[in-house]
């Protein structure tokens, strides 16, 4: 919270921070006094391209000599029935959601190992381990997010790095349902609408003080990734009756 300045000194690079999570993240980081590199698109790093995501950790290292907190939240949404999805679509949102991740990381590690030190914060979705039909890629990407952490954080222990996984529900304020993709107007799933930005942010900056594996907001997304566990035929029969049954007509 602000004026707690847990982060004081800490250099943290945030992705995806021009807007959403990403912009709220970065207001929040700095106002607890860290050094924050906001990187998008408009600031000239896309994450599809890993020589601006090479410049974007040279130029950090350049300046403020040191690297301690990186957050992989650049990406965006594309709800389409599987049948319909186009290969251009899903490649491109790969390359955002999950290779964009990969190259910061890629980028990030020799300067972290080299000080057996530092934080990766990959945000993903509950949607990476509750598949929710209309977004099979979007839930697709979010899971090898998922995955790729998990490696990660077993690849890197010894190193002194900590890797975590943050797993965010749909929240009700943010723009990423206005940049989400879709080939026709289209209803949300129908799930509670109980998630802010806010708490979101809170979440991160908790777990950025004290790491552990895996973060999931809000409350109901614990309960469903333990329901997919122990009784994956009723969150079947639950999501059927929830999932949008055609496009919407304007």
Do not use: W
Request: glycine share 6%; charged share 20%.
């Amino acid at each position: 919270m602000p004026g707690k300045n847990r982060f004081t000194g800490k250099v943290v690079i945030i992705t995806g921070a021009s807007s959403g999570f990403g912009a709220a993240m970065a207001q929040a980081f700095t106002d607890e006094g860290a050094q924050v590199v906001p990187a998008s698109r408009t600031t000239g790093c896309d994450v599809t391209d890993r020589a601006q995501v090479d410049n974007l950790i040279a130029q950090t290292l350049a300046r403020h000599g040191r690297i301690d907190i990186l957050i992989n939240n650049a990406g965006y949404g594309l709800r389409a029935n599987f049948e319909h999805t186009e290969i251009a679509d899903a490649q491109a949102l790969f390359d955002t959601n999950f290779f964009g991740a990969f190259h910061c990381v890629q980028a990030v590690l020799p300067h972290m190992k080299e000080r057996r030190a530092g934080h990766i914060i990959n945000i993903a979705s509950v949607a990476g381990f509750l598949g929710l039909p209309a977004t099979s890629i979007y839930s697709a990407s979010k899971a090898a997010v998922i995955a790729f952490t998990d490696s990660l954080r077993l690849e890197v222990r010894r190193d002194g790095i900590a890797v975590t996984c943050v797993c965010p529900g749909r929240a009700t304020d943010t723009s990423f349902q206005t940049n989400t993709k879709t080939y026709a107007p289209m209803e949300k799933y129908n799930v509670p609408d109980t998630l802010t930005t806010d708490m979101v942010v809170r979440a991160v900056m908790k777990v950025a003080a004290k790491p552990k594996p895996m973060v999931i907001v809000p409350f109901y997304g614990r309960l469903l990734r333990l329901a997919t566990q122990f009784v994956p035929r009723l969150v079947d029969q639950q999501l059927y009756k929830r999932m949008p049954r055609a496009p919407v007509t304007s």
